[in-house]
C-alpha cells in the first residue's frame, strides 16, 4: 500500500508530541534530583527564575509563573524559609520588595542546573549520528526562540 505524505504541520504535530511525551515520561529522574535536594519542583522552578544580582518584584514573579499573588507569595515564603532567598528594599520604591538568592540559593540553583542537564538514559542510547542530527534540530529551534521568530509560524 502506498505511503500517504504528510504535511508539514501534521510532522511537526508527530514530532513535537514525541518531544513532549519524552519530556513528561522522563520528569521522575528530574523530580527525583530536584527531591534530593529537599525542594519541590515548584521551588525548583522558582530558583531558576531568580538571581542574586537583580531582585525580582513579587508581580513580576506572579506573572512569570503564571498565579496570583499570595501563591507567589507563599512560594517566596517557602523558600526563605530554607535560607535559599531572601527581600530585600526596592532602591526608588520603598512600598516595594525585591527577591533575590542568597547565596545557599545561587549554590543550589547552580546545582539544580547541573543536575537537569544529565541527560537521560534513553538519549545516550541513541547512535552517534542520531544524537548530532538531533542536537542540530534542537540548536535550529533555540535560534529561531532568540531571533525573535514567531513559533506559532
Not at 17 to 25: C, E, K, N
Not at 38 to 49: E, K
Request: overall charge positive.
Amino acid at each position: 500500500m502506498p505511503r500517504v505524505p504528510q504535511t508539514k504541520a501534521t510532522l511537526a504535530a508527530e514530532a513535537w508530541r514525541s518531544i513532549f511525551d519524552f519530556i513528561v515520561a522522563t520528569a521522575p529522574q528530574r523530580n527525583r534530583y530536584i527531591g534530593e535536594s529537599g525542594l519541590t519542583p515548584n521551588d525548583a522552578r522558582a530558583l531558576s527564575s531568580l538571581s542574586a544580582r537583580s531582585g525580582r518584584t513579587m508581580g513580576a514573579l506572579a506573572e512569570e509563573w503564571k498565579c496570583d499573588a499570595s501563591t507567589a507569595t507563599w512560594i517566596v515564603d517557602r523558600l526563605e524559609a530554607k535560607g535559599l532567598v531572601e527581600r530585600r528594599p526596592h532602591a526608588t520604591d520603598r512600598r516595594v520588595k525585591l527577591v533575590v538568592l542568597t547565596p545557599r540559593g545561587s549554590r543550589t540553583k547552580a546545582k539544580q542546573m547541573e543536575r537537569m542537564y544529565i541527560p537521560p538514559r534513553e538519549l545516550l542510547d541513541l547512535d552517534l549520528d542520531d544524537l548530532v542530527t538531533l542536537r542540530s534540530a534542537v540548536a535550529k529551534l533555540a535560534a529561531r526562540r532568540t531571533e525573535g521568530a514567531d513559533p506559532s509560524a
